[in-house]
């Protein structure tokens, strides 16, 4: 019998969140499919640590697989900021066919050749397009952007788009952002939809907005030795079951963005706007080649080459249609 | 089980809690999968301590040092007697009120232990009551401090559970107030049968002003704390920046008695009362990973929920567990591995976080004055010479008042959460 | 009191001046980090993205440099009730072997604290894109000089119950 240990740092509720949706998925198919061979193991709720950590005890085999966010990611793997670039996609099926695309798999192997010590076996869903919240105003030009203060995580490009806009970033740690939006040291913050009704945010927020001009995917990863001790059948069940658990996530995104749990509640307790297609543009235009100019800067020859195939890739995607 | 046996021996030799902790956390690492196990520990400590709201802890101590320092402690304490000093036990009385005002520049239970051990434990002695009952005041006054903000335990709470601190803090004000008119009514209750003493002559409006008007600065920081939190100018951190900000100004402006070389003498010994607790902390989260890796929490969650799914039953049983480890584990180290276990079983049956929150906080600082290991204890023992065990004799009516006011507080939480409320929270 | 005993309380005092003094500077540096945020949200409006990450790394090793600055001064807290009860050679044997302990967990932590930090040079951190060998290094660095204070502490105290002023410990008490 083999044991994969599999953390991620979300709740333990597979209809509640895509990570843990990805987990329950991946570790029933694995544990049907091998009748037993392979027995996965979930630590949910950051149980052993911070999601950087799951990637350290991922690469040193104390467990065998995680879902890291490209925030924990990056500090292992710099290129994943490439992902970095606002308004890349215009639908959430564009991000499937990239992800699950040549750019995928070319990141999935950089990544796998850079760290040396993980496989990479696919980018689950996280929960979605990062929209903006804020308690000042609705936001339909970009002009609306102005002097509001928008919460961000501590990434430079991250802060970057939020200043491109018109708005003023100030990083603040997760643990805070909810009572600083509740008393009004900060006006707003971005997130997907998932994390805007998980944290709660509507009840201290005001105003929406569908800004989605960001996605940050999961990196699925599983420990090197422990995927090369596998047998080749036990790899091939690994790697459906992966693909399953991926595409399970995804609809259960898509499901929670339209539940009571996603928009559909929201629009209860929220003003909720999308923005037009003119004003997208200008939006794209304000940010993109601002923070395009700065990936280029501070990316190697590898990681410039992968942000070109990763913003042609999207262009193909944005203007592909469904069976068409 | 036998991790657990070697934590208990470690703890029993006289060990220091944090090195127990982490050497039983590594003996339970190295016994997983030896030491590529092990090797764990350095990061989880650096982890433990990764966090950006701990940073308030440290400040709101270094703002509390700040005010000793300017002599403000004795100013408080004048003018708790000028108010209650008249009455029988009016000095145990005025030992109250002053954990009351002095709560607002402390956010330990320890800090109220050790200086009031010191200063009014000696003056309580001198007017004729005994040690030990002047000892026991002192402890059950002691963990006012903590409830009412600022609350290094709500800082640890608030940003691990991931619980508004200002939450937290505004719900803190009520029990803490309710903790001192417990006692004080358990004081009058017993004040004839122990013929406590009645020595001090009412004081005049005048005379109480005058005390009011010294004290002024320092009632005054727990506004600025909460008031800067509730009001979005700060974050619950920011604020403990403030709050050092606002002893510097008193210190150095208005009484002018501090020094810069006083000031770095006080930025470590901040850091060294810190340090005992971060060790602490740190090494809790080495045997905390040792028992997630083997999902002992989520056993003992289990075990709970399938004893009664009475919520009633369940949030005795909460209570009861924090108050039986909290006889022999330190508080600090109880958050990090207990708080996992217990908050979401509260979720479970519906408890609002803030009142599960405060519940919680108000359980360990009670096991804080509970023998055989109980900090604020130790400190009374080791300031007076005091015996352990005749204090906690003594300590009993206070623990009882206290407990009952604590299943009080479980159970109604619309008075629990009358003032969060009324806050915006 | 040995040769031996007045070297290493001598010794031991040394370093814990040099150490204090530096947990002193980073201390301020804390405290002028935090005032900074607040500052640039209502009058500078830098949008500075170092305070929170910057804040965290010398935190830790603030706190962390003043663990062997309590270890030094025998600050951290124990439980020493059962103890007292017992007879004076057994006290004697037990507070050797606690302090033995000490070394231990703390010289363990150094030494693979260095692995730690080894790993760090291959990490970078989220806004200084420095290596994250940096911030480790408060591991190795505080616990090998808590490890070097608890073996100087031994050797000074030989397992005697050593008479501190009482404002030592109570500091060390001061929150829980
Ligand atoms: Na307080
Ligand atoms: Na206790």
């Known amino acids: 019998e083999k044991v994969l240990r599999f953390a991620h740092d979300n709740k333990a509720d597979m209809l509640e969140n895509p990570a843990h949706a990805f987990t329950g998925v991946f570790k ?30 991922v690469r040193d085999g104390q467990i065998q697989g995680t879902l890291s966010s490209t925030g924990a990611l990056a500090g292992y793997y710099p290129r994943i900021g490439v992902l970095d670039v606002p308004f890349a996609f215009n639908s959430n099926a564009s991000t499937y066919e990239v992800l699950d695309g040549s750019f995928g798999k070319a990141l999935a192997a950089d990544i796998d050749a850079s760290l040396g010590d993980v496989k990479v076996l696919g980018f689950p869903d996280t929960g979605g397009f990062f929209s903006v919240t804020n308690s000042k105003r609705a936001i339909n030009t970009l ?42 040291v900060i006006d707003g913050q971005m997130n997907p939809i998932p994390t805007v009704t998980f944290a709660k945010f509507d009840e201290v927020q005001e105003y929406l907005t569908l800004t989605n001009h960001l996605f940050a995917p999961y990196t699925l ?25 991926i595409v399970a996530g995804r609809g259960l995104s898509r499901v929670i963005e339209a539940s009571e749990r996603g928009l559909e509640g929201l629009k209860k307790t929220m003003k909720v706007n999308a923005l037009s297609a003119t004003e997208r543009e200008r939006f794209r235009e304000a940010t993109q080649p601002v923070v395009i100019e700065d990936i280029r800067q501070v990316q190697d020859g590898k990681g410039v080459e992968l942000l070109d195939l990763f913003l042609n890739e999207t262009q193909q995607a944005n203007d592909k249609l469904y069976l068409n | 089980m036998t991790i657990a046996l070697i934590l208990v021996v470690l703890l029993i030799i006289g060990t220091p809690v944090g090195v127990a902790l982490g050497l039983a956390g590594l003996a339970g690492m190295f016994s997983i999968g030896g030491l590529h196990f092990a090797s764990l520990a350095p990061a989880k400590v650096f982890n433990g301590l990764n966090i950006f709201p701990f940073l308030a802890m440290p400040f709101f101590i270094l703002a509390g040092e700040i005010m000793n320092h300017t002599g403000i402690t004795s100013r408080l304490v004048q003018f708790s007697q000028a108010l209650v000093g008249h009455f ?103 004040a004839k049968r122990k013929n406590l003493p009645k020595a001090a002559q009412r004081a005049s409006l005048r005379q109480l002003l005058g005390h009011f008007k010294g004290s002024l600065l320092a009632l005054l920081m727990p506004l600025i704390i909460l008031g800067g939190i509730v009001s979005g100018i700060v974050t619950p951190t920011e604020a403990a920046s403030v709050a050092v900000a606002y002893a510097l100004f008193i210190g150095s402006v208005v009484y002018r008695n501090l020094s810069f070389a006083a000031l770095f003498r006080m930025l470590i010994s901040t850091a060294q009362i810190s340090a005992v607790i971060y060790l602490i902390i740190g ?45 022999i584990m330190d508080i600090n180290a109880m958050l990090i591995i207990l708080a996992p276990v217990l908050v979401p079983l509260t979720e479970q049956i519906g408890m609002d976080p803030l009142h599960a929150g405060i519940i919680f906080v108000l359980a360990l600082n009670i096991s804080l004055m509970t023998p055989p290991v109980g900090a604020c204890l130790f400190v009374l023992s080791s300031v007076t010479g005091e015996k352990l065990e005749r204090i906690s004799a003594e300590l009993m009516p206070f623990l009882i008042g206290q407990l009952i006011l604590l299943m009080f507080l479980a159970f109604t939480p619309e008075v629990t959460l009358f003032i969060p409320r009324l806050l915006g929270y | 009191m040995s040769r031996c005993q007045r070297l290493s309380s001598r010794l031991s005092g040394r370093i814990n001046l040099l150490n204090q003094r530096v947990v002193g500077v980073l201390m301020a540096v804390l405290l002028l980090d935090v005032w900074i945020a607040v500052l640039d949200r209502y009058l500078l409006h830098w949008q500075i993205s170092w305070v929170e990450e910057l804040a965290r790394y010398i935190m830790i090793w603030a706190i962390l440099l003043a663990v062997p600055c309590c270890t030094a001064g025998r600050e951290h807290i124990g ?59 408060a591991i190795p660095v505080a ?33 829980q």
């Open chain 1, 221 to 245: 990863m599983l420990n090197k030795a422990f995927y090369d001790g596998l047998t080749d059948e036990e790899r091939k069940i690994i790697h459906f079951a992966a693909q399953s658990g």
């Open chain 1, 28 to 57: 029933n198919i694995v544990e049907a499919a091998s009748n037993g061979e392979i027995r996965v193991e979930i630590y949910p709720s950051n149980q052993l640590g911070s999601a950087k950590e799951h990637i350290q005890m």
């Open chain 3, 79 to 137: 439980l020493s009730t059962v103890v007292q009860h017992l007879p004076a050679p057994v006290q004697r044997g037990l507070r050797i072997l606690v302090d033995l302990l000490s070394l231990l967990f703390f010289g363990y932590l150094a030494f693979s604290g260095t692995e730690l930090v080894v790993k760090g040079l291959q990490q970078v951190s989220t806004v200084f894109g420095l290596p994250m060998a940096y911030p480790y290094g």
């Open chain 3, 143 to 175: 616990f090998g000089l808590a490890a070097l204070q608890s073996l100087l502490a031994l050797l000074r105290d030989c397992g005697r119950d050593r008479l501190e002023p009482a404002a030592d410990s109570e500091k060390a008490l001061q929150l």
């Open chain 2, 88 to 190: 029988r036990g009016g000095l145990a009385h005025s030992n109250m009120v002053a954990s009351v005002f002095f709560s607002g520049i402390t956010g330990a239970a320890t800090a109220d232990a050790a200086a009031f051990g010191r200063t009014l434990v000696p003056a309580m002695v001198e007017q004729g009551y005994s040690r030990p009952y002047a000892c026991a005041v002192t402890a059950a006054g002691s963990i006012i401090g903590p409830t009412i903000p600022p609350s290094g335990l709500m800082v640890v709470y608030g940003s691990l559970m991931g619980v508004s601190i200002g939450g937290l803090f505004a719900t803190g004000i009520l029990p803490g107030l309710l903790i001192c008119l417990v006692c004080m009514a358990i004081i009058a209750v017993f």
């Open chain 1, 143 to 184: 002009e609306d952007f102005k002097g509001i203060r928008i919460r961000t995580m501590t990434l430079p490009t991250h802060q970057k788009i939020i200043q491109s806009l018109g708005g003023e970033a100030y990083p603040l740690a997760w643990g805070e952002v909810y009572s600083s939006l509740q008393t009004g």
């Open chain 2, 283 to 327: 090494a809790a989260s080495i045997f905390g990973w040792w028992l997630s890796f083997n999902q002992i929490p989520q056993f003992i969650a289990t075990f709970i929920s399938q004893l009664s799914d009475n919520p009633n039953v369940i949030l005795l049983l909460i209570i009861g567990l924090l108050l039986v480890v909290g006889m």
